[in-house]
């Protein structure tokens, strides 16, 4: 049986509220002491709630005191290196979905050009992203050709040689 697919909101009720952050809380840590176990890292979390007097720090203040006195003395571009805020985040998924927008497209394309038979050639459409530019130059200069013919004909000819 799967799970129900939560809405990030607002618990409105606050006793539910309560549980599902010690719930929550609870998994979070698990989850961190599983990752310094078997990566071998060392890690600390602060967390600040309602429900509990000053912060709750994890493992211990003093591991905490020294992992944020070693990241304090990095420097400020090794600090922010992976820190992103809003606009960022925004940022890299609209790339992102750019790129896959334009693979979506180079392999439709390829699909109308006959270049790919199927779904299962997909791995081997890479070769023919060459061939997808040139027919694209190719329709391009076609077009070109019959609106100076349809020009000539209409009788206001305007012949550029390139």
Request: with cysteine; net charge positive; proline share 2%.
């Amino acid at each position: 049986m799967g799970r129900r697919k939560v809405t990030h909101q607002l618990i409105s009720d606050n006793s539910t509220r309560r549980v599902t952050f010690r719930k929550r809380k609870h998994g979070l840590l698990k989850k961190l002491k599983e990752l310094t176990i078997l990566c071998g890292l060392r890690a600390c979390a602060i967390i600040y709630s309602d429900y509990e007097e000053g912060p709750e720090v994890w493992p211990n203040r003093k591991e905490v005191r020294v992992l944020l006195n070693r990241f304090g003395e990095l420097p400020v571009e090794k600090q922010t290196k992976f820190m992103m805020d809003q606009k960022d985040l925004m940022t890299r998924m609209i790339q992102d979905a750019k790129k896959r927008l334009e693979k979506e497209q180079m392999h439709s394309r390829a699909m109308e050009l006959g270049l790919i038979a199927s779904s299962t050639d997909i791995h081997d459409a890479d070769y023919s992203e060459d061939l997808i530019k040139a027919a694209d130059v190719v329709e391009k200069k076609i077009k070109v050709i019959r609106e100076r013919i349809k020009a000539v004909e209409s009788g206001r000819a305007i012949v550029i040689i390139e």
